[in-house]
């Protein structure tokens, strides 16, 4: 019930095109489902994020579209540039009594973006 | 100062060795995160302190050990690591708010190779 499915593992997109990630969940409790953006060798850096009572969310080239009742969310990307070549990780987080969140991760998409 | 710094970079070790991984903030965020990255793999949760308390221990086997000396420290301790305990080992902090989601921050990972 903890698992974050992610899909496709990898993705390889045109310049200019748009790419899309698509993730889901089975725990109705997770609260915030935030987008990590990750390049060889650095740490995640958070993207964008959604909570539930919202269907869609955009910054910039980024947007999330958030289907509450399948259970599912996705990332798509416009515009796509050779410098979001990435691996994106999609998580689900729950509040824990202790006031911090504890963070579930996808298995991540490898995302290439070709002049 | 929105970073998370981690030192060293980089680290090898023997399997006899002791070494320590640091990791400091000054976002003012009482919560601090150490997670375990392996290669083409998402962060796994390793601990978590919540106002310098150890709020979670995913099971971690005792060759690794915490430390969270002050709100803007956190140190792993290593001793006796085995050849698959090399990774990438990831910090994060994040406020602590009740009831509300909380962004982690992560830093940008010291690389662990165990000999």
Redesign the interface.
């Known amino acids: 019930q903890q698992q974050v499915k992610q899909s496709p593992q990898s993705l390889i997109v045109q310049k200019g095109g748009i790419s899309i990630i698509n993730c889901a969940y089975e725990n109705t409790a997770f609260?915030?489902f935030?987008w990590?953006q990750q390049f060889p060798?650095?740490?995640?850096?958070?993207l964008i994020?959604i909570?539930p009572d919202v269907s869609e969310k955009k910054e910039g080239r980024f947007t999330i579209s958030f289907n509450k009742s399948a259970k599912q969310f996705s990332l798509h990307i416009m515009d796509s540039q050779p410098g979001d070549s990435a691996t994106y990780?999609c998580a689900a987080?729950m509040?824990?009594s202790?006031?911090?969140?504890?963070?579930t991760?996808?298995?991540?998409t490898?995302l290439q973006v070709i002049p | 100062d929105t970073e998370?710094t981690?030192t060293p970079k980089h680290l090898v070790m023997g399997m006899t060795n002791k070494k320590s991984l640091k990791c400091e903030q000054h976002m003012g965020h009482r919560?601090m995160y150490w997670y375990k990255q392996k290669a083409?793999?998402?962060?796994e949760?390793m601990f978590?302190y919540?106002?310098e308390k150890l709020?979670?221990n995913e099971s971690v086997p005792s060759r690794f050990s915490p430390e969270c000396p002050n709100s803007s420290l956190l140190n792993l301790h290593l001793h006796a690591l085995q050849p698959e305990d090399s990774a990438l080992y990831?910090c994060?902090s994040?406020q602590?708010?009740?009831?509300?989601?909380?962004?982690?921050?992560?830093?940008?990972?010291t690389?662990l190779t165990v000999l």
Do not use: M, N
């Open positions: 609260d915030y935030p990590y060798g650095k740490g995640p850096a958070l994020a909570r990780f987080s509040g824990q202790g006031g911090y969140q504890k963070v991760f996808g298995t991540g490898k | 998370v981690q919560a083409k793999k998402p962060p949760l978590v919540s106002y709020s979670i990831l994060a994040s602590v708010l009740g009831g509300a989601p909380v962004w982690q921050f992560f830093g940008p990972g690389r």
